[in-house]
């Protein structure tokens, strides 16, 4: 069974997190030039994931928009910081 929009959110959020390096040092991600700023797309990651994860325990329920570009910005997030060599790609 699928699960709802809201843990299919939970879900996504977890992912994430657990693939994105949020916990790395600026001076890691700014070593030589890059494409994108590393710290600055971090940083708005971060904040969409945290709005969300405030906006589900408050009982939003999202839809299949929302799961879309959360996916959509992590995927676009995760190819700079694979282009800026601070993330390997498996």
Do not use: H
Request: hydrophobic share 35%.
């Amino acid at each position: 069974m699928k699960p709802d929009s809201a843990t299919a959110m939970r879900n996504l959020i977890a992912q994430v997190r657990s693939t994105i390096p949020f916990g790395m040092p600026e001076a890691q991600m700014c070593l030589d030039g890059c494409q994108g700023c590393s710290r600055k797309l971090l940083e708005f990651l971060e904040s969409e994931l945290d709005s969300w994860e405030r906006r589900l325990d408050d009982g939003e329920i999202p839809d299949f928009g929302d799961l879309n570009a959360l996916v959509k910005t992590s995927k676009k997030i995760y190819t700079v910081l694979n282009n800026n060599g601070l993330v390997n790609d498996e």
